[in-house]
């Protein structure tokens, strides 16, 4: 699948897919990003056919997309427990179904949305399952602004090179909670849980993008097919 056109064919399935999942009454987390646009937009069609929920969305992007289409949302400080949780990825590693995430630069409160929801439903275009989390996508991580060049060498110092986020205006990329991101190339990670302990240990960094162990399904969109990935501890149980 290469034409642009094509690849948002399959972000809306697997979209779709995910969306089917919802059901009334539910406390559902909306992610970020050109896949979970789709999301918002197939949730919104289905709040407007008489679906009850309550959305907790993961960025100011998300929030006013979902409230231009009449999507009910709340926030966490609201709802401590979300249901279900749909969101994309930058990288998702086909053994564990751990993730890189935070290309869109929602990293942090998409983590803290996961980490609240019951079940994390992650949608993505089959271009983005991977062997190693790292190969063709560096992992962003959330730094205060203050120090951040100090923060950045130690990040180096653990196998990585760092470089600062610039926006689409050429100006310092800035999160919705006011931070900067560093896109840190470590290449294929060999252990991703280590790396994202040894990440949030260094002083200056808010949180990082590898989101360890918190998916409960991915569906991927192939051209022609939909698949459901679980982790391998749900599997066998
Ligand atoms: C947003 O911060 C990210 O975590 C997105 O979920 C991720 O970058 C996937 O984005 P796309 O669906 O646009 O590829």
Redesign the pocket.
């Known amino acids: 699948v290469d034409s642009h056109q094509d690849r948002d064919q399959l972000?809306m399935k697997a979209a779709e897919a995910a969306v089917a999942e919802v059901k009334d009454g539910m406390i559902v987390g909306l992610?970020?990003?050109?896949?979970?646009w789709f999301a918002v937009e197939s949730i919104a069609k289905r709040v407007a056919e008489g679906l009850r929920i309550t959305a907790i969305p993961t960025s100011e992007q998300t929030a006013e997309h979902a409230h231009r289409l009449g999507v009910p949302l709340s926030s966490l400080a609201e709802h401590h427990r979300i249901d279900l949780t749909i969101?994309?990825?930058?990288e998702v590693e086909r053994s564990d179904l751990n993730l890189i995430?935070?290309?869109?630069?929602?990293?942090l409160r998409?983590k803290i949305v996961a980490s609240a929801s019951a079940q994390l439903v992650i949608i993505v275009d089959e271009a983005k399952l991977v062997d190693r989390l790292g190969v063709h996508f560096p992992v962003p991580v959330e730094v205060v602004p203050f120090g951040w060049q100090a923060t950045a060498r130690r990040v180096g110092n653990l196998g990585s090179t760092p470089s600062l986020r610039v926006g689409a205006d050429g100006k310092t990329f800035v999160t919705d909670g006011g931070h900067y991101i560093l896109d840190c190339a470590f290449g294929p990670i060999a252990s991703p849980a280590q790396l994202e302990s040894e990440l949030n240990s260094i002083v200056g960094i808010v949180e990082n993008g590898l989101f360890i162990g918190l998916t409960s399904q991915v569906v991927v969109a192939g051209s022609g097919h939909v698949d459901i990935l679980r982790p391998r501890a749900a599997r066998a149980g």
């Open positions: 972000k992610g970020t990003g050109s896949t979970a969101d994309g990825a930058d995430k935070g290309g869109g630069g929602a990293l998409e």
